[in-house]
């Protein structure tokens, strides 16, 4: 069991937008700054956003983050089959003093 | 280009021990915190520990689940960082990724993974 809650699948359309939430408490995203990472099939995973919703400048702009309160969501405009990945929210968790993940959501375009 | 390379993973029998290594360039290996996760095959990515860069103290910082039986340490001067696992349970089975700490919970460079596999 997650600490941090992702739905397991989401599914769109190329060149349509899909949004994955990420949820958690106070003593993770509530008050802490999250990551997400994208992994692809069979590779490591790689950084998108850091700092809630900053991106790496390798990373395009279709992809985003946002957060409010206890929740981060990561949104990706214009698909692509190459966007089929899964992807993983992350963040310090104050009360575990541990680095905490969502269980990975499996994106389907 | 930041390069991370993980070795020394392998098939191991239960309550040994394995030392991984993760040799890296392309950056000043001193000056950032070195992480290593893992991820079970067919699961989720999990936080294994945390080392901090000397001028942070070098300490460390591990998950629960193995606390007190793994160890990240690092050699500055050869840009590697270490991963040493003492008795290994069926449950550490999984590819182990290092990673290179932008800050402590965030990981903006990972390594391709090495493949631990713990059975009798």
């Known amino acids: 069991q997650s600490v941090l809650t992702q739905p397991p699948s989401v599914s769109a359309a190329p060149g349509q937008k899909v949004t994955i939430s990420c949820s958690g408490s106070?003593?993770?995203?509530?008050?802490?700054?999250v990551s997400w990472y994208q992994q692809l099939p069979g590779t490591a995973p790689k950084l998108l956003i850091y700092e809630n919703n900053e991106r790496p400048s390798e990373i395009p702009d279709r992809f985003s983050g946002s957060k409010s309160g206890t929740s981060t969501t990561l949104g990706i405009t214009g698909l692509q089959t190459g966007d089929e990945a899964d992807y993983y929210c992350g963040t310090w968790d104050s009360g575990l003093s541990a680095v905490v993940f969502g269980g990975g959501t499996k994106l389907t375009v | 280009e930041v390069q991370l390379v993980e070795s020394g993973g392998g098939l191991v029998q239960p309550g040994r021990s394995l030392r991984l290594s993760c040799t890296c360039s392309g950056f000043t290996f001193g000056d950032y915190g070195m992480s290593w996760l893992r991820q079970a095959p067919g699961k989720g990515l999990e936080w294994v520990g945390f080392i901090r860069s000397k001028d942070f103290g070098g300490t460390t910082e591990y998950a629960a689940s193995v606390k007190g039986r793994f160890t990240i340490s690092r050699d500055d001067s050869k840009s590697v960082a270490y991963l040493q696992m003492n008795s290994l349970k069926t449950d550490d089975t999984g590819v182990y990724y290092c990673a290179r700490a932008r800050v402590f919970w965030c990981f903006d460079s990972w390594g391709q993974g090495t493949l631990v596999s713990v059975s009798s």
């Open positions: 106070s003593s993770n995203i509530g008050n802490n700054f």
